[in-house]
């Protein structure tokens, strides 16, 4: 009887999720072919309208900066066993946490930004900390919490900016725009400055926060002690106890680092594009970024390579939404929910697919043995 076959590291966390992308725009293309559309052309506008032009790419990353910034928050809870579904709240706190530094406090120009990001950090990090301790001393369920303080932050958030933070005679829920010297460069701003002309998009300089947050996050889970007692924690608390790894502790702080890369949202929307404190500029990036940390296997690079999936499916479904009438922005949740699905609920199925295919290639590869 043959060892059962083993899917190395690379299978499981590029081919696995490659099949069960591949199978959610089959069964996409089924749903056009129903509507009397052509999968191939609705295919091509998707592809073009997301990566086809300078303009469009430069969008596709600025909607794949947020994903990074939310799964990397996702994944990190995730190593320590943690369900870390409040990403909205937490960017919510960190856009409150960066507006009042950026507008009440008497920073310099040039500590403007940094303090802006930190503060933003800190706070989103604070409101991650209470449902992680929660979790770990009161035995309270990390998932409810996580709801409940999406609904907080979005009521505070309601509260602050209607009762405090508006400027007065304004009727819309916002504060005043940020000093300049709070706004991110563009990227079209950062290539003038080495001689490029870049098309002008909302992507910002928080795409390189957003690409170091990776790096680091990578260099903390895989490659540090504090990592290693986040993935023990994840793996087997009951272990991590007898390795001399308290369960409590990292819970909270796997949470506040979770949370403060979750704030990175509002330093892309805030700092980068709107320029001030708005209402619901979180618009759903924090739910996403689940289905991003699922899809990219909670390994950074990964996390980037799905972040750009669904950066996609934003730019791309837009400009399908208006090149083809009949595949409406519904059309484009409902692909970006069969992604998620297949990506996550049926992960299982798709890693027996390919474990099947992999025992097959080792049944005919193996050297046939003649009958004596």
Excluded: C
């Excluded at 946490?97 to 604070?126: E, K, N």
């Excluded at 991650?128 to 409940?148: D, N, W």
């Excluded at 009521?155 to 009762?163: A, D, E, K, T």
């Excluded at 992507?203 to 926060?209: E, H, K, T, W």
């Amino acid at each position: 009887m043959s060892a059962p076959v083993s899917l190395p590291r690379w299978a499981d966390v590029a081919l696995v999720p490659a099949v069960s992308v591949a199978a959610a725009f089959l069964v996409a293309g089924i749903v056009v072919l129903f509507i009397g559309e052509d999968p191939l052309t609705v295919t091509r506008v998707l592809i073009f309208g997301s990566l086809g032009t300078g303009e469009s790419l430069g969008f596709t990353l600025f909607y794949a900066t947020n994903f990074i910034f939310t799964g990397l928050a996702v994944a990190v809870a995730f190593h320590a066993g943690l369900f870390n579904i409040g990403g909205e709240g937490q960017a919510m706190l960190g856009g409150i946490g960066l507006a009042l530094a950026v507008l009440f406090l008497p920073l310099p120009g040039f500590l403007v930004i940094p303090i802006g990001v930190l503060a933003a950090a800190a706070f989103g990090a604070l409101w991650a900390v209470v449902p992680g301790y929660l979790q770990a001393y009161r035995g309270s369920h990390i998932v409810i919490t996580t709801i409940m303080f999406n609904w907080l932050a979005a009521i505070l958030s309601v509260y602050l900016l209607v009762n405090h933070l508006r400027p007065p005679g304004s009727m819309s829920p916002e504060t005043v725009l940020f000093p300049r010297e709070a706004w991110l460069p563009s990227m079209h701003e950062i290539g003038a400055l080495f001689g490029l002309s870049l098309p002008r998009s909302q992507l910002n300089a928080s795409l390189f926060i957003a690409l170091i947050s990776a790096f680091l996050v990578w260099l903390l889970i895989f490659r540090s002690r504090l990592g290693y007692a986040i993935r023990t924690v994840g793996a087997n608390p009951t272990a991590a106890v007898y390795a001399g790894i308290s369960p409590q502790r990292v819970t909270v702080v796997a949470m506040a680092i979770s949370g403060a890369l979750a704030a990175g949202l509002a330093v892309n929307e805030l700092m980068g594009f709107h320029n001030r404190l708005i209402l619901e500029f979180t618009s759903g990036y924090g739910f996403v970024g689940i289905a991003v940390a699922l899809m990219g296997r909670g390994h950074p690079v990964g996390i980037i390579l799905a972040s750009l999936l669904f950066g996609m499916l934003y730019q791309g479904g837009a400009e399908l939404a208006f090149e083809v009438p009949a595949i409406t922005r519904d059309m484009i949740v409902v692909i970006g929910g069969v992604l998620i699905l297949f990506a996550g609920a049926l992960d299982g199925l798709f890693k027996r697919i390919v474990r099947a295919g992999f025992l097959l290639g080792a049944r005919v590869g193996a050297p046939q043995t003649k009958e004596a």
